[in-house]
């Protein structure tokens, strides 16, 4: 008997997995998204950086996978036609306070495989990258890339369908219920029957545990990420991507410079709480939302501990001055007219636990026949083909032909 496969969640993930599951023929694969278009939220409001591996821990999920994922990736855009362009990213210690850190990350990246790294030192072995740019030393990552993860996305469907797969547009699962060996999803008035179910639901990850009774925790906290446009008549500042020395105490990368694949440049993401799950603005509030997150254990330690770097995020947000001075930090020939408007802000889908701690790896839950991605942040769109065969390799125990 064929099995029943059903999977929550229309992002870059959710439809590579079930690419993946058509592909090999292992069942009949149904995919619900909630909006009514695939990549509408995560893998539709990022940078497109497709990340070589550079920032994560030795042996870690994100490592692994980062670094499979990466390489996957790039044939599957030679395969299809699709733009992916190896622009290259410069990690820059601007003074000798970011030396030490600077070290930390270049050890994991060699840990981690990073292909054609080097350590630049001097204002002039940067500048030979990044003619602009403003440091006392460097890490390169000459392989970092840039793509257009919606039309991947768009690409993946249509394996998919041409697999025998089904994708439902505009079916929010709002009842899961696992009966003995099956599970029985209601999604917009319909009921179907699953033997395995698999959520990669992002911004809803805890939501959807919670229909089939997993632990709250971790729960998501979402952040939101403000980008800047640079002016068209000033993107020869930046030839491909001019990242800061991450602060280790926290998850985000800082603000940066990124080349679009289209030739943009745009500058951010900063990071922010958002009030609402899929809040991209200040303005999008959710009452519900915003409570759960003050209510969890969580939120007094997280606050106790970043406060600080809370009110710096915001305040930035708020006063394009103050974001400016971030910005002009790697760059000081930038004027501050020349960050145009905003551009469209994304929400990232960060766990956090009863502690306060925000988790920094991959995490995976499993209720019976139900297997939960509770945390898949960035690189997961970098490493969702390799995601995707972890979980079906690891666990839905299921062998391919």
């Known amino acids: 008997m064929t099995e029943r496969i059903g999977i929550i969640g229309g992002g870059i993930v959710g439809i590579a997995l079930a690419r993946a599951l058509a592909q090999a023929g292992i069942g009949e694969v149904t995919v619900f998204e909630k909006e009514h278009r695939l990549a509408a939220h995560q893998t539709g409001h990022n940078s497109g950086v497709v990340h070589a591996g550079l920032y994560y821990a030795e042996g870690s999920l994100k490592a692994r996978l980062c670094v499979a994922g990466r390489s996957a990736l790039r044939e599957f855009c030679q395969e299809k ?188 993401p900063n990071a922010v709480p958002a009030l609402a799950r899929e809040g991209y603005g200040w303005r999008a509030v959710s009452a519900k939302d915003t409570w759960e997150s003050l209510r969890w254990p969580g939120a007094w330690p997280l606050a106790k501990k970043h406060w600080r770097m809370g009110v710096e995020e915001i305040s930035a947000s708020l006063v394009k001055t103050l974001y400016y001075r971030k910005a002009r930090r790697f760059i000081p020939e930038l004027a501050m007219a020349d960050l145009t408007a905003k551009t469209a802000a994304g929400v990232r889908a960060q766990a956090w636990d009863r502690d306060g701690s925000l988790l920094d790896d991959f995490a995976v839950d499993q209720i019976g026949p139900v297997t939960l991605l509770r945390n898949a942040p960035s690189p997961a769109a970098t490493s969702c083909l390799a995601i995707a065969d972890h979980l079906v390799d690891r666990y839905l125990n299921v062998r391919r032909p």
């Open 81 to 268: 036609n699709l733009p992916y362009r190896e622009a290259g990213k410069l990690v820059v210690a601007v003074d000798e306070s970011e030396l030490p850190a600077l070290a930390e990350i270049e050890r994991r990246s060699r840990a981690n495989g990073v292909p054609g790294l080097a350590r630049l030192d001097g204002a002039a072995r940067l500048r030979e990258i990044e003619p602009h740019v403003a440091g006392v030393a460097a890490v390169h990552s000459p392989h970092t890339a840039v793509v257009d993860f919606a039309a991947i996305t768009e690409a993946l469907a249509q394996d998919v369908r041409a697999a025998g797969g089904t994708i439902l547009l505009g079916q929010e699962v709002v009842s899961m219920a696992v009966a003995g060996s099956t599970v029985l999803v209601v999604a917009a008035g319909s009921e179907h029957v699953f033997d395995r179910v698999i959520a990669c639901a992002g911004l809803q990850s805890d939501v959807v545990a919670r229909l089939v009774g997993a632990d709250p925790s971790p729960k998501i906290l979402p952040f939101r990420g403000e980008y800047w446009s640079l002016s068209p008549e000033r993107t020869d500042l930046v030839r491909g991507m001019i990242y800061p020395v991450p602060d280790p105490r926290f998850p985000f990368l800082g603000v940066h410079f990124t080349r679009g694949v289209y030739g943009d440049v745009h500058v951010g």
